[in-house]
C-alpha cells in the first residue's frame, strides 16, 4: 500500500491536466511510495484524454487511479477522490497546477498525526513553524499545498455547495472539532514554483457575487457546534474575521456601498455577526469584552520545572486551562506529579539512564546461563533503582550531560510549538540544556490567564472555583506588579460568574483580593448582590439604590460607545433586582407589593428604555390571500416546553403548526436565568443591530400566528426578529412576573396575552408599569382533563395529605409538615404522600440547598417523619392520587398551580395556603372557593378536622369535582386559548 494519495481534481474540459500529471510524475518522492487519484467532473473530455496518456506515458509505473464524477463543485470532486483514497496520508492538486519536482517529498518529510502541513511561502529562520492554527488562519484559506491525515477528511468532507472556498470552510469545521482543539499547523516553505490561490486576490467578478460567495463561507463556518457565538473556537473566529475583512475590502468598491454589504449581511442570518466592525468578530478582547469572548492568547502550553512539587502546587489552574480547552504538556526532573496532572495527555519525568538494557547484554557474555540471568536482573534492578534516585540526589545542571543525551523525548516534547512556562530555576536549567531559547514566563502570567479565561469560560464547578482562588491568590502576593499589568475588573467578572455559580465563598475571596489590590468595588449593584446572595438581610441592603447607580454608570458607558461595560453592567443590575432570593425566598415580592418603587431604576435610565425600545421589524410577512388554506402557526415551547404540548395538539386540527425549540438550537434558551448573552443582544438591536436569523428560522416566524409560551428570553428574541404583519400571541406564567425578561420584550409588537389567573395578570401589568395597554388580554385557566383523575378513593384517602411536585423552595413543604404536625397530635393516622422527585442536597442553586437542608431537618422530628410517604417521579399520577384525600397547595407563590387542580380533579379536597406573595391582590381566593383558602397552618388543620370529623368528606369531595368541572375544565380552555390564537372572536 502507498503511504500518500494525491487527489487530483479537474473539470471534464480542463486542457492542463497534462501538464499536471508531468509534473507529479516528475517528483523526487518515488513512485512507489504515493498514489495519483484523479477525479473529473462535468462535461468535455479533454482532460479524459489526457489522464490516459499520462498513465501510459510519464505516469506509467505510478499507481494511478482515474473516476468520473458526478459532482457539482470541487469540494464534491474531492470528497469522491477522499473516498478512494487508500493511503494514511492525502494532499491535493488543482487539475489546473503544476507543482515543483520537490513538493510531495516536502510535504511527506514533515507529516505528523495532530498536525496539518502546510506549504507556504517562507517567513524567515526566526518565525516558528508549528503554529496554533488560529495563529495562521490566512495559511488556511484558498487552494494551496496541504498535508492530512485521511482519517480526518473522512470523519469531515468538504462542503459541496460552495466553489473556491471550500478550503476554509474545511478547516473551520476540522478543527472545530473537540478531538482536534489541540492540532497544529507545521508551516513549511514551499519550493520554488509551488502554485499559491490565495483567497481575497484581486481578481474581476461581480461585486454582488463577491458578497454572495463571503456570505456563504461564514454560513458554512458559523453552523452546527459552532451556530452559538458563545461555543466558537479560536480558529472559527479567526477565520470568520478574515471573511469579513474580505467583506470590507468588497464593501469600499461596491456600487451600493458598505450600507449594502451590511444588510446582505443581516439578512445571511449568521448569529453573532451583524455588522463589518471588526470588533464583532475578530475572537479577541479586553476589559469587559472577555465576559462575553474567551481570550485569544496562545493555547498551547509547555510547563517546565526541575520539582514537580512546583507543578503540583499550580495544579488546580493548571486542570482548569486543561478543561477550557488549552494545551498542557508537563516536563519536569524529579518527584512524582499528583493524580489530576498525570491525567494529562502529555506529562514526562526526566531520563537520566537509559531505558535500554542492550549495551549491557553485549558486555555479559562470560559464565554460565544462570550466572549470566543474575547478572541481567541485577543491572535491570540497578537501573530502576538509579532512574529513580538519581534525579532526587543529583541536581538538574549537574546531571544535564546525562539527560541531555539520553532522553529524547524530553527533547521531542520541548521541540512542539507553545508557551513554555517555567515554575522554578531548574526548569531554565531544562531549557538550557536543549538549546530553548523560547521566551519564558511564569507563575504570575500563568495565573492572569486563568482569571482571563475564567472571565468568559468559568463553569462554575468547585474545581473551577479553587482555580480562580490560586490564581487569585497568588496574584495578590505580588501586588505591585499584579496591578501594573492586570485589569482589576478581570476580578470583577470571575467573581460575578462564581457567584452565579453559587460558589459564594471563592467569590467572597475573589472580591477581597480585588479589594486589597485595587481598592473599594465601584459596581453597586455586585456588592449588593455579594451581600444579598451570601445571606445579609435583604432588609438591611439597599437593592434599589444600587441598582439605580450600576443602571446610571450603564447610561456612561452607551454614552461613550463601550457596549460590553453597559452589557455587563445591565446584567448585573437585572441580576440583583431579580435574583430568587428576594422573590421566591421570601413571602413577598417587592416586584408584587411596590413595583413603582422597585422598578423605578428601570424606567428612570437610558437602558431601561432601551431594553424596552420597539425596533424595525427586519422583514416584512407577505399577506395570506383569502381562502388560501389553513393558517400557519409557529410555537415556541419556552425554557419549560411541557405546558406547551397540550397547546400544540389543540391546535393541530385547525391549523398547520411548526414548533420552533430555541432550547435546542442554543443553550441559553434553555432556563430563565438572567443571561449576559441575552442581555447584549437585546442592546446590539435596540441601537440597530438586531439578531441575525437563518432561512429556516425567518421562514418558521413568517407564519400567521406565532404563539409563545412563557414571557423568558424567547419572547424577548422573538419581538426582535418576527416579521411586521405576524401576530403574536403570549401565555404568561406564574414565574414570568418575577423574570427580568418580563422587561425586555417588545411589548409594542404584541397582539394578546393570555395569563392563566386574573391576579398574574394584574401583576404583570403592575409591574410593566402600562406597556400592557391597548394589547387584548384574557384569563385563561389551564387546562385540566377532569375525567382522567376521577377514580374511586381509597379508605386510607380519608386521612391522607398530598402534594404533586413539591421539592421546590417556592412550593414551601415546611408550611404541609407544619399542618402535618397538627393532624398528628389529634390523631396519628394523618399520613402525607409526596409525589414527585426529593429535594437534591447538592443544589448549585443556594436558594435550592438551604430549603432541602431545612426541610430534611424539619423531618426529622418524630411527629412527622413516621408520617410521611415518599413516592417519588412518576408517570401513573392519577393511580397514586386514590391514596390522597386532601389536596395541600402551600406555595407561597402560584400563578395557577395546576397540580393542586389534578388532585382537586381526583376528589381530594383542597387545602390552599393564601400564597403570600399575591394575598395582596387577590391570588388564591380570587382563583377558588374561599372555603378552599386558608392563611396559617393552624387555620388549614382545623378545617380538615372539623370537615374530617363532621363525616362530611365525602360530600366536600364531590362538591370539589363539580368546581373543577365547572372551572377548569380542560374541553372549555383548550377551546377558548384555541380562538384566541387563530384569532377567531
Same mark, same amino acid.
Given at each position: 500500500?502507498?503511504?500518500?494519495?494525491?487527489?487530483?481534481?479537474?473539470?471534464?474540459?480542463?486542457?492542463?491536466?497534462?501538464?499536471?500529471?508531468?509534473?507529479?510524475?516528475?517528483?523526487?518522492?518515488?513512485?512507489?511510495?504515493?498514489?495519483?487519484?484523479?477525479?473529473?467532473?462535468?462535461?468535455?473530455?479533454?482532460?479524459?484524454?489526457?489522464?490516459?496518456?499520462?498513465?501510459?506515458?510519464?505516469?506509467?509505473?505510478?499507481?494511478?487511479?482515474?473516476?468520473?464524477?458526478?459532482?457539482?463543485?470541487?469540494?464534491?470532486?474531492?470528497?469522491?477522490?477522499?473516498?478512494?483514497?487508500?493511503?494514511?496520508?492525502?494532499?491535493?492538486?488543482?487539475?489546473?497546477?503544476?507543482?515543483?519536482?520537490?513538493?510531495?517529498?516536502?510535504?511527506?518529510?514533515?507529516?505528523?498525526?495532530?498536525?496539518?502541513?502546510?506549504?507556504?511561502?517562507?517567513?524567515?529562520?526566526?518565525?516558528?513553524?508549528?503554529?496554533?492554527?488560529?495563529?495562521?488562519?490566512?495559511?488556511?484559506?484558498?487552494?494551496?499545498?496541504?498535508?492530512?491525515?485521511?482519517?480526518?477528511?473522512?470523519?469531515?468532507?468538504?462542503?459541496?455547495?460552495?466553489?473556491?472556498?471550500?478550503?476554509?470552510?474545511?478547516?473551520?469545521?476540522?478543527?472545530?472539532?473537540?478531538?482536534?482543539?489541540?492540532?497544529?499547523?507545521?508551516?513549511?516553505?514551499?519550493?520554488?514554483?509551488?502554485?499559491?490561490?490565495?483567497?481575497?486576490?484581486?481578481?474581476?467578478?461581480?461585486?454582488?457575487?463577491?458578497?454572495?460567495?463571503?456570505?456563504?463561507?461564514?454560513?458554512?463556518?458559523?453552523?452546527?457546534?459552532?451556530?452559538?457565538?458563545?461555543?466558537?473556537?479560536?480558529?472559527?473566529?479567526?477565520?470568520?474575521?478574515?471573511?469579513?475583512?474580505?467583506?470590507?475590502?468588497?464593501?469600499?468598491?461596491?456600487?451600493?456601498?458598505?450600507?449594502?454589504?451590511?444588510?446582505?449581511?443581516?439578512?445571511?442570518?449568521?448569529?453573532?455577526?451583524?455588522?463589518?466592525?471588526?470588533?464583532?468578530?475578530?475572537?479577541?478582547?479586553?476589559?469587559?469584552?472577555?465576559?462575553?469572548?474567551?481570550?485569544?492568547?496562545?493555547?498551547?502550553?509547555?510547563?517546565?520545572?526541575?520539582?514537580?512539587?512546583?507543578?503540583?502546587?499550580?495544579?488546580?489552574?493548571?486542570?482548569?486551562?486543561?478543561?477550557?480547552?488549552?494545551?498542557?504538556?508537563?516536563?519536569?526532573?524529579?518527584?512524582?506529579?499528583?493524580?489530576?496532572?498525570?491525567?494529562?495527555?502529555?506529562?514526562?519525568?526526566?531520563?537520566?539512564?537509559?531505558?535500554?538494557?542492550?549495551?549491557?547484554?553485549?558486555?555479559?557474555?562470560?559464565?554460565?546461563?544462570?550466572?549470566?540471568?543474575?547478572?541481567?536482573?541485577?543491572?535491570?534492578?540497578?537501573?530502576?533503582?538509579?532512574?529513580?534516585?538519581?534525579?532526587?540526589?543529583?541536581?538538574?545542571?549537574?546531571?544535564?550531560?546525562?539527560?541531555?543525551?539520553?532522553?529524547?523525548?524530553?527533547?521531542?516534547?520541548?521541540?512542539?510549538?507553545?508557551?513554555?512556562?517555567?515554575?522554578?530555576?531548574?526548569?531554565?536549567?531544562?531549557?538550557?540544556?536543549?538549546?530553548?531559547?523560547?521566551?519564558?514566563?511564569?507563575?504570575?502570567?500563568?495565573?492572569?490567564?486563568?482569571?482571563?479565561?475564567?472571565?468568559?469560560?468559568?463553569?462554575?464547578?468547585?474545581?473551577?472555583?479553587?482555580?480562580?482562588?490560586?490564581?487569585?491568590?497568588?496574584?495578590?502576593?505580588?501586588?505591585?506588579?499584579?496591578?501594573?499589568?492586570?485589569?482589576?475588573?478581570?476580578?470583577?467578572?470571575?467573581?460575578?460568574?462564581?457567584?452565579?455559580?453559587?460558589?459564594?465563598?471563592?467569590?467572597?475571596?475573589?472580591?477581597?483580593?480585588?479589594?486589597?489590590?485595587?481598592? *473599594?468595588?465601584?459596581?453597586?449593584?455586585? +456588592?449588593?448582590?455579594?451581600?444579598?446572595? &451570601? #445571606? !445579609? @438581610? =435583604?432588609? $438591611? /441592603?439597599?437593592?434599589?439604590?444600587?441598582?439605580?447607580?450600576?443602571?446610571?454608570?450603564?447610561?456612561?458607558?452607551?454614552?461613550?460607545?463601550?457596549?460590553?461595560?453597559?452589557?455587563?453592567?445591565?446584567?448585573?443590575?437585572?441580576?440583583?433586582?431579580?435574583?430568587?432570593?428576594?422573590?421566591?425566598?421570601?413571602?413577598?415580592?417587592?416586584?408584587?407589593?411596590?413595583?413603582?418603587?422597585?422598578?423605578?431604576?428601570?424606567?428612570?435610565?437610558?437602558?431601561?428604555?432601551?431594553?424596552?425600545?420597539?425596533?424595525?421589524?427586519?422583514?416584512?410577512?407577505?399577506?395570506?390571500?383569502?381562502?388560501?388554506?389553513?393558517?400557519?402557526?409557529?410555537?415556541?415551547?419556552?425554557?419549560?416546553?411541557?405546558?406547551?404540548?397540550?397547546?400544540?395538539?389543540?391546535?393541530?386540527?385547525?391549523?398547520?403548526? *411548526?414548533?420552533?425549540?430555541?432550547?435546542? +438550537?442554543?443553550?441559553?434558551?434553555?432556563? &430563565? #436565568? !438572567? @443571561? =449576559?448573552? $441575552? /442581555?447584549?443582544?437585546?442592546?446590539?438591536?435596540?441601537?440597530?443591530?438586531?439578531?441575525?436569523?437563518?432561512?429556516?428560522?425567518?421562514?418558521?416566524?413568517?407564519?400567521?400566528?406565532?404563539?409563545?409560551?412563557?414571557?423568558?428570553?424567547?419572547?424577548?428574541?422573538?419581538?426582535?426578529?418576527?416579521?411586521?404583519?405576524?401576530?403574536?400571541?403570549?401565555?404568561?406564567?406564574?414565574?414570568?412576573?418575577?423574570?427580568?425578561?418580563?422587561?425586555?420584550?417588545?411589548?409594542?409588537?404584541?397582539?394578546?396575552?393570555?395569563?392563566?389567573?386574573?391576579?398574574?395578570?394584574?401583576?404583570?401589568?403592575?409591574?410593566?408599569?402600562?406597556?400592557?395597554?391597548?394589547?387584548?388580554?384574557?384569563?385563561?385557566?389551564?387546562?385540566?382533563?377532569?375525567?382522567?383523575?376521577?377514580?374511586?378513593?381509597?379508605?386510607?384517602?380519608?386521612?391522607?395529605?398530598?402534594?404533586?411536585?413539591?421539592?421546590?423552595?417556592?412550593?414551601?413543604?415546611?408550611? $404541609?409538615?407544619?399542618?402535618?404536625?397538627?393532624?398528628?397530635?389529634?390523631?396519628?393516622?394523618?399520613?402525607?404522600?409526596?409525589?414527585?422527585?426529593?429535594?437534591?442536597?447538592?443544589?448549585?442553586?443556594?436558594?435550592?440547598?438551604?430549603?432541602?437542608?431545612?426541610?430534611?431537618?424539619?423531618?426529622?422530628?418524630?411527629?412527622?417523619?413516621?408520617?410521611?410517604?415518599?413516592?417519588?417521579?412518576?408517570?401513573?399520577?392519577?393511580?397514586?392520587?386514590?391514596?390522597?384525600?386532601?389536596?395541600?397547595?402551600?406555595?407561597?407563590?402560584?400563578?395557577?398551580?395546576?397540580?393542586?387542580?389534578?388532585?382537586?380533579?381526583?376528589?381530594?379536597?383542597?387545602?390552599?395556603?393564601?400564597?403570600?406573595?399575591?394575598?395582596?391582590?387577590?391570588?388564591?381566593?380570587?382563583?377558588?372557593?374561599?372555603?378552599?383558602?386558608?392563611?396559617?397552618?393552624?387555620?388549614?388543620?382545623?378545617?380538615?378536622?372539623?370537615?374530617?370529623?363532621?363525616?362530611?368528606?365525602?360530600?366536600?369531595?364531590?362538591?370539589?369535582?363539580?368546581?373543577?368541572?365547572?372551572?377548569?375544565?380542560?374541553?372549555?380552555?383548550?377551546?377558548?386559548?384555541?380562538?384566541?390564537?387563530?384569532?377567531?372572536?
Amino acid at each position: 500500500m502507498r503511504d500518500l494519495s494525491v487527489v487530483v481534481s479537474a473539470h471534464g474540459s480542463c486542457d492542463r491536466v497534462a501538464a499536471c500529471l508531468g509534473a507529479l510524475a516528475a517528483q523526487t518522492l518515488p513512485a512507489d511510495r504515493f498514489e495519483v487519484v484523479v477525479v473529473l467532473h462535468g462535461p468535455g473530455s479533454s482532460a479524459r484524454d489526457a489522464v490516459e496518456r499520462a498513465a501510459r506515458g510519464p505516469l506509467a509505473g505510478h499507481e494511478v487511479e482515474l473516476v468520473d464524477a458526478v459532482a457539482g463543485s470541487p469540494g464534491a470532486a474531492r470528497n469522491v477522490g477522499v473516498g478512494l483514497a487508500r493511503a494514511p496520508w492525502t494532499t491535493f492538486v488543482d487539475g489546473t497546477d503544476a507543482v515543483a519536482p520537490t513538493h510531495l517529498e516536502t510535504l511527506y518529510a514533515v507529516r505528523h498525526r495532530e498536525r496539518i502541513v502546510v506549504s507556504t511561502t517562507p517567513a524567515g529562520d526566526d518565525a516558528p513553524r508549528h503554529v496554533a492554527p488560529h495563529l495562521a488562519a490566512e495559511s488556511l484559506r484558498g487552494r494551496r499545498g496541504r498535508l492530512y491525515p485521511t482519517r480526518w477528511l473522512v470523519d469531515t468532507p468538504f462542503v459541496e455547495g460552495l466553489c473556491g472556498s471550500e478550503d476554509t470552510v474545511l478547516h473551520g469545521q476540522l478543527l472545530s472539532r473537540f478531538d482536534r482543539q489541540f492540532a497544529e499547523l507545521d508551516l513549511t516553505p514551499a519550493p520554488l514554483g509551488t502554485p499559491d490561490h490565495r483567497t481575497g486576490a484581486a481578481v474581476d467578478v461581480d461585486p454582488d457575487a463577491a458578497v454572495r460567495s463571503h456570505l456563504a463561507v461564514l454560513t458554512a463556518l458559523t453552523t452546527g457546534t459552532q451556530a452559538d457565538p458563545a461555543d466558537r473556537t479560536a480558529v472559527t473566529n479567526a477565520l470568520v474575521a478574515a471573511e469579513v475583512a474580505d467583506l470590507r475590502q468588497v464593501a469600499e468598491t461596491h456600487p451600493g456601498g458598505r450600507a449594502h454589504v451590511e444588510a446582505a449581511l443581516r439578512h445571511a442570518g449568521i448569529p453573532g455577526i451583524t455588522s463589518l466592525d471588526p470588533a464583532h468578530v475578530d475572537g479577541t478582547a479586553d476589559g469587559f469584552g472577555l465576559f462575553h469572548t474567551p481570550p485569544s492568547d496562545a493555547r498551547s502550553l509547555v510547563v517546565v520545572a526541575g520539582s514537580a512539587g512546583s507543578v503540583n502546587a499550580h495544579a488546580r489552574m493548571l486542570g482548569f486551562l486543561a478543561r477550557s480547552g488549552h494545551g498542557i504538556r508537563v516536563l519536569h526532573y524529579r518527584g512524582r506529579l499528583k493524580q489530576s496532572l498525570r491525567r494529562l495527555p502529555d506529562t514526562h519525568r526526566i531520563e537520566v539512564l537509559p531505558t535500554s538494557l542492550g549495551w549491557i547484554e553485549s558486555r555479559l557474555t562470560a559464565g554460565g546461563p544462570r550466572h549470566r540471568r543474575i547478572a541481567l536482573r541485577a543491572s535491570q534492578e540497578g537501573l530502576r533503582l538509579g532512574r529513580r534516585a538519581l534525579p532526587e540526589l543529583v541536581p538538574a545542571r549537574l546531571a544535564a550531560p546525562a539527560y541531555g543525551r539520553v532522553d529524547t523525548r524530553a527533547a521531542a516534547l520541548l521541540a512542539e510549538p507553545g508557551t513554555r512556562v517555567v515554575l522554578d530555576r531548574a526548569g531554565s536549567t531544562l531549557l538550557r540544556t536543549w538549546g530553548d531559547d523560547s521566551p519564558t514566563v511564569g507563575a504570575h502570567e500563568l495565573a492572569g490567564l486563568v482569571l482571563r479565561t475564567a472571565a468568559s469560560q468559568l463553569r462554575g464547578s468547585l474545581a473551577d472555583a479553587h482555580a480562580a482562588r490560586a490564581a487569585s491568590r497568588l496574584l495578590r502576593d505580588q501586588p505591585a506588579r499584579t496591578r501594573v499589568e492586570l485589569d482589576p475588573e478581570l476580578w470583577t467578572m470571575v467573581a460575578y460568574r462564581l457567584l452565579r455559580a453559587g460558589r459564594l465563598e471563592a467569590a467572597t475571596a475573589l472580591l477581597d483580593d480585588r479589594e486589597a489590590l485595587f481598592g *473599594e468595588l465601584p459596581h453597586p449593584a455586585l +456588592r449588593a448582590l455579594h451581600a444579598v446572595l &451570601t #445571606g !445579609v @438581610d =435583604p432588609g $438591611t /441592603v439597599d437593592v434599589v439604590g444600587a441598582a439605580r447607580v450600576t443602571l446610571r454608570h450603564t447610561d456612561e458607558a452607551l454614552a461613550d460607545g463601550d457596549l460590553d461595560r453597559a452589557a455587563f453592567l445591565t446584567t448585573v443590575a437585572l441580576d440583583l433586582l431579580f435574583t430568587r432570593r428576594l422573590h421566591t425566598a421570601e413571602t413577598r415580592s417587592a416586584i408584587v407589593s411596590e413595583p413603582d418603587t422597585f422598578l423605578a431604576p428601570l424606567r428612570e435610565t437610558e437602558v431601561g428604555r432601551l431594553l424596552g425600545l420597539r425596533t424595525p421589524s427586519p422583514t416584512t410577512r407577505q399577506a395570506t390571500p383569502p381562502g388560501s388554506g389553513r393558517p400557519r402557526v409557529t410555537v415556541l415551547p419556552g425554557a419549560y416546553p411541557k405546558f406547551a404540548s397540550a397547546v400544540v395538539a389543540g391546535l393541530a386540527e385547525h391549523a398547520d403548526v *411548526e414548533v420552533l425549540d430555541l432550547s435546542a +438550537r442554543q443553550k441559553r434558551f434553555a432556563n &430563565t #436565568g !438572567v @443571561d =449576559p448573552v $441575552t /442581555v447584549r443582544e437585546r442592546l446590539l438591536a435596540a441601537t440597530g443591530h438586531p439578531p441575525a436569523l437563518d432561512l429556516a428560522t425567518a421562514e418558521a416566524l413568517s407564519a400567521d400566528v406565532v404563539f409563545v409560551d412563557w414571557a423568558d428570553k424567547g419572547l424577548t428574541w422573538v419581538t426582535q426578529v418576527v416579521p411586521e404583519g405576524t401576530r403574536i400571541v403570549v401565555r404568561l406564567h406564574g414565574v414570568d412576573t418575577l423574570s427580568a425578561w418580563l422587561h425586555t420584550a417588545e411589548w409594542d409588537k404584541v397582539d394578546d396575552v393570555v395569563f392563566p389567573s386574573d391576579h398574574l395578570r394584574r401583576a404583570a401589568a403592575a409591574a410593566l408599569g402600562g406597556r400592557l395597554d391597548g394589547i387584548r388580554q384574557h384569563v385563561v385557566a389551564n387546562p385540566v382533563d377532569v375525567e382522567r383523575y376521577v377514580l374511586p378513593k381509597t379508605d386510607a384517602a380519608r386521612t391522607t395529605l398530598g402534594m404533586v411536585g413539591w421539592a421546590q423552595q417556592v412550593k414551601d413543604p415546611l408550611w $404541609t409538615l407544619d399542618v402535618l404536625a397538627a393532624l398528628r397530635r389529634q390523631d396519628p393516622r394523618w399520613r402525607l404522600r409526596l409525589i414527585g422527585t426529593d429535594f437534591a442536597v447538592d443544589d448549585p442553586n443556594p436558594v435550592e440547598r438551604e430549603a432541602a437542608r431545612a426541610f430534611h431537618a424539619r423531618l426529622a422530628d418524630p411527629l412527622v417523619a413516621d408520617g410521611v410517604d415518599f413516592v417519588g417521579y412518576t408517570t401513573r399520577l392519577p393511580e397514586h392520587l386514590r391514596e390522597v384525600g386532601w389536596a395541600v397547595s402551600s406555595s407561597r407563590r402560584e400563578g395557577f398551580h395546576i397540580g393542586l387542580v389534578e388532585m382537586a380533579a381526583s376528589g381530594a379536597v383542597p387545602v390552599v395556603r393564601d400564597w403570600p406573595v399575591y394575598a395582596g391582590i387577590g391570588g388564591a381566593t380570587g382563583l377558588f372557593p374561599a372555603d378552599w383558602v386558608s392563611t396559617t397552618p393552624a387555620e388549614a388543620a382545623e378545617r380538615i378536622l372539623r370537615v374530617s370529623g363532621s363525616g362530611t368528606w365525602d360530600d366536600a369531595s364531590g362538591r370539589t369535582v363539580d368546581t373543577v368541572r365547572e372551572r377548569f375544565s380542560g374541553t372549555d380552555s383548550a377551546e377558548r386559548l384555541r380562538r384566541i390564537v387563530l384569532g377567531e372572536r
